[in-house]
Nanobody, 118 residues
Framework: QVYFVESGGGLVQPGGSLTLSCAASGNMFRTTSKAWYRQAPGNQRELAASITNGGITNYADSVKGRFTISRDNTKNTVYLQMNNLKPEDTGVYYC????????????WGQGTQVTVSS
């Protein structure tokens, strides 16, 4: 069982930046691909960004060029640097391994709230 603790969210104005962190328990997390997901109010959870253990990254079209995912395997931590934030980036952000975000069988942490508003 892997447990996730997300942090770093907050209230930011449009155009602002935030850096999210996710600390995970369990050795499996060190050697697998990792991802950040987000859930906007009234919407399903969706993949925002992912990174393989070899460092290959992938981003949702809506965040390309603005978000950067990185990881520190020595700390079992994954990060999401978010720049030029937009109101549509508002939501709860979660980390996990690569999963189907719509599956009801996936365990999630509490997430961290990101609110982009003037």
């Amino acid at each position: 069982q892997v447990y996730f603790v997300e942090s770093g969210g907050g209230l930011v104005q449009p155009g602002g930046s935030l850096t999210l962190s996710c600390a995970a328990s369990g050795n499996m997390f060190r050697t697998t691909s990792k991802a950040w997901y987000r859930q906007a109010p009234g919407n399903q959870r969706e993949l925002a960004a992912s990174i393989t253990n070899g460092g290959i990254t992938n981003y949702a079209d809506s965040v390309k060029g603005r978000f950067t995912i990185s990881r520190d395997n020595t700390k079992n931590t994954v990060y999401l640097q978010m720049n030029n934030l937009k109101p549509e980036d508002t939501g709860v952000y979660y980390c996990n391994v690569i999963v189907d975000p719509a599956s009801p069988h996936i365990s999630w942490g509490q997430g961290t709230q990101v609110t982009v508003s003037s």
